[in-house]
Structures are given as structure tokens and as C-alpha cells.
């Protein structure tokens, strides 16, 4: 059964529609990232589960009862705000026992439940401290202890490492996942940030323009995006502009700039395409392979040669821009490998697997 059931909600500003018929079902356990742009309705969709907004249409439902219009302190939810929100005059121990004692809670087990979700995030011996005594990434840390110490089904984290420097915040999303794991709760975890999605998430719910637009585990979403905008949000993409021809018994055939491809049918991740439909190909930049590593090889799909235009070295490979020998005004980026001997202006064959390829 679903922790959370979210049935075609939206929400209107006056005249502006920030949700559009979004439905989504969580299950008890997951950790949910919404992922997407700023303005894409993020918040507005944690504040409708948290209880802070009202749908304009729709249904929320949390572990199977209409939540609907259930005001924020008579759900099952916590929400951590990005801001922390920690009392300032409160000990370590106070902040996270403060839901607990709202809740009548008496001292003795109040504190050994503060002490042991201190201890989950690594700030026992600091209970005494106060929040001005800590760093930024300690103050998270507590802000965690204290949204979990009240037990909800469901912790709602709108953007919780944004204020963090890169590093900080890479290694708290490896602390958030790994807790998260631990206590089983299920998380719904808001960011615009492509790489904590891929660092955190069960699942990656990829929105846009207050519709969304993509579910999947970060492999799936990224190896087989279902819109363009899904795969362009990922990580870096090339598309190419195809259209379909006919069947060839599995295959689908798709003219290119690049020449005819047999795309497996698997490769269209948005539904089957129709002879004479127009299509995006969508090849990573590090789906490209070099000549060795695909002679002869089955589903090795060749594109022909492209000349280097300029590369640029990044540690684990080099990356390229290069021009199609048969279509120049194209330009791809492409990965190439570290030790490739690359020269401006010199031509490599280029060659991709069938089954790299997702057709949309
Ligand atoms: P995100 O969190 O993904 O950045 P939001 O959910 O905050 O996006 O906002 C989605 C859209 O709704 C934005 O265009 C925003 O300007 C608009 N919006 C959000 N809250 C309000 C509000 N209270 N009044 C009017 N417009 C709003
Ligand atoms: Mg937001």
C-alpha cells in the first residue's frame, strides 16, 4: 500500500497554474526526490503534502486516509524547512526533544529518545551545546534529529543542504541517505540539483512547468528518459533529429543526418513510433565509442567520421566537440578517452550502440 497517493492535483495562483494534474504514488520507505527548475512547482507540491497548501483540485492521501484538508499538525508529516528553524536559547538535547514534550512526553523518555537521535546523526556528545556553537552542516544535522524524533511517516525536506558548500553538501547527502536507510521513514526530498537527485533518490520525480515529466530510478531516468526535457535535465545531451521510416522486422529504421539507424524497439521509451513520425535521438556525450572498442561488435551502430573541433581535458576522459564529416553544420559533444592522442581539426570515426540510443 502507498504511504502517499497523490491524485490529479493541481493549484492555481489566480489566473496561474503552478500544478497541473500532477499524480504520483510513493511507497511506505521510499526516498522521493522531486527534482526540476526553479519555478517548476517543487515547493508548491511539499507544502500540499505538508499541509501548508491547499489543492485547487485533486487528492492527497497519506498511509491510505484523505489528507486533503487536514491542517499541517493532524497529519503524519514533518516538514524541514531549509532555514533549519532551530531555538537558539535551546541545548541540542531541548531542540530535539522540543516535538516531544508538545506531545506531552515525560523528561526521562524525552531525553534518552533526543539522546538516541543525536547519536543517529553523529551529535551525542554535543547535546549540551547550543545551535550558535555549531557549524552549518552540525545545525542540519540537529534540524534531522529533531524533524525524525516525532516519528512521522513522512519527512518533507525542501532543499535542505542548499545553503551548504559543494563539498559539505556532498557529503551530507551520503549522511541523508544513509539515515534515511536506517529508520525506513520515507523521505520526500525537494532540489534542483541533477546530482543530489542521482546521489539520494529510490526514485527521481523530474517536474517541469508544474507537470511531471519523468518517475524513475536515477539509472532508468537517466539511461531512458521518457521527454526531452528529462533527458536534457540529466546531464549533458546530444540530440539528433530522426524520423521514422518503416519496420524492419524488431528494429524501427530512423533517417538521420548521420544516415539510416535500426533503433531497437526498446529505444522508444515515450511509446512506439509511427512511420513518418518526426523524432529526437538522444545520445549521453560518453555513449560515443572510438573504433577499437567497436569493430565488429553487435547492436555498434557507425556514424562516420567527425572532425575535432576543440577538446577539453576532465581527469576521467577528454571532452569534444566535433563536426560530422557527411552533416558539418552538426556539432556533438562527445567523451573521449583520457589517454586519446586528439588534435583540433583531426577526424575519428564515430560509432554508437543501438541500445545507448532512446528515441522520443
Ligand atoms: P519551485 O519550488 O519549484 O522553485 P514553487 O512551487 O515555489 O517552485 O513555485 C511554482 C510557481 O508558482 C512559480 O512560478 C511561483 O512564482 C508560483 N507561486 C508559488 N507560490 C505562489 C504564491 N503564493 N502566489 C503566487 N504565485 C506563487
Ligand atoms: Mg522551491
Known amino acids: 500500500t502507498a504511504a502517499v497517493s497523490i491524485r490529479t492535483v493541481s493549484r492555481l495562483f489566480h489566473q496561474f497554474t503552478a500544478l497541473n494534474e500532477v499524480s504520483l504514488e510513493i511507497a511506505a520507505g521510499e526516498f522521493i526526490v522531486l ?31 484523505d489528507m486533503t484538508f487536514v491542517p499541517p499538525a493532524r497529519r503524519p508529516t514533518t516538514t524541514m524547512f531549509q532555514d533549519y528553524a532551530l531555538f537558539p536559547h535551546m541545548c541540542l538535547r531541548d531542540n530535539v526533544g522540543f516535538g516531544l514534550r508538545m506531545r506531552g512526553m515525560a523528561r526521562a523518555e524525552r531525553y534518552e529518545k533526543a539522546f538516541g537521535f543525536l547519536d543517529l546523526v553523529g551529535l551525542k556528545a554535543s547535546s549540551a551545546k547550543k545551535p550558535h556553537e555549531l557549524s552549518g552542516g552540525q545545525r542540519q544535522r540537529v534540524a534531522l534529529a529533531r524533524a525524525l524524533a516525532v516519528d512521522p511517516d513522512v519527512l518533507l525536506l525542501d532543499e535542505p543542504l542548499g545553503a551548504l558548500d559543494l563539498k559539505l553538501r556532498r557529503q551530507m547527502q551520503d549522511e541523508l541517505k544513509a539515515i534515511q536507510k536506517r529508520v525506513g521513514t520515507t523521505f520526500v526530498h525537494v532540489t534542483h540539483d541533477q546530482e543530489e537527485a542521482m546521489a539520494i533518490a529510490d526514485r527521481i520525480v523530474v517536474m517541469n512547468a508544474g507537470r511531471i515529466e519523468d518517475v524513475g530510478a536515477p539509472a532508468e531516468i537517466y539511461m531512458r528518459p521518457k521527454s526531452l526535457f528529462s533527458a536534457g535535465f540529466m546531464g549533458e545531451v546530444n540530440f ?15 533517417e538521420t543526418p548521420l544516415g539510416r539507424l535500426a533503433l531497437p524497439a ?10 513518418g513520425q518526426k523524432l529526437s535521438l538522444v545520445i549521453r556525450p560518453e555513449h560515443f565509442r572510438g573504433p577499437a572498442e567497436t569493430a565488429g561488435s553487435p547492436g555498434s551502430l557507425s556514424l562516420g567520421e567527425a572532425r575535432i573541433t576543440s577538446s577539453a581535458f576532465f581527469g576521467t576522459h577528454q571532452r569534444c566537440h566535433v563536426a560530422p564529416v557527411s552533416s558539418p553544420s552538426l556539432s556533438l559533444v562527445v567523451h573521449m578517452p583520457q589517454t586519446a592522442q586528439l588534435a583540433d581539426g583531426v577526424c575519428v570515426p564515430l560509432a554508437v550502440q543501438a541500445a545507448d540510443i532512446v528515441a522520443l
Not at 526540476?36 to 500540499?48: A, E, Q, R
Not at 521510416?245 to 528494429?251: E, F, G, N, T, V
Not at 526498446?266 to 512511420?275: H, I, N, Q, V
Open 35 to 65: 527534482l526540476g527548475p526553479s519555478g517548476c512547482g517543487k515547493t508548491t507540491l511539499l507544502s500540499i503534502l505538508g499541509g501548508f497548501l491547499l489543492p485547487s483540485s485533486g487528492q492527497v492521501l497519506i498511509a491510505d486516509k
Open 266 to 275: 526498446t529505444a522508444f521509451t515515450a511509446g512506439d513510433a509511427r512511420a
Open 240 to 254: 539528433l533529429d530522426g524520423k521514422a521510416i518503416a519496420r524492419d522486422d524488431d528494429d524501427v529504421l530512423v
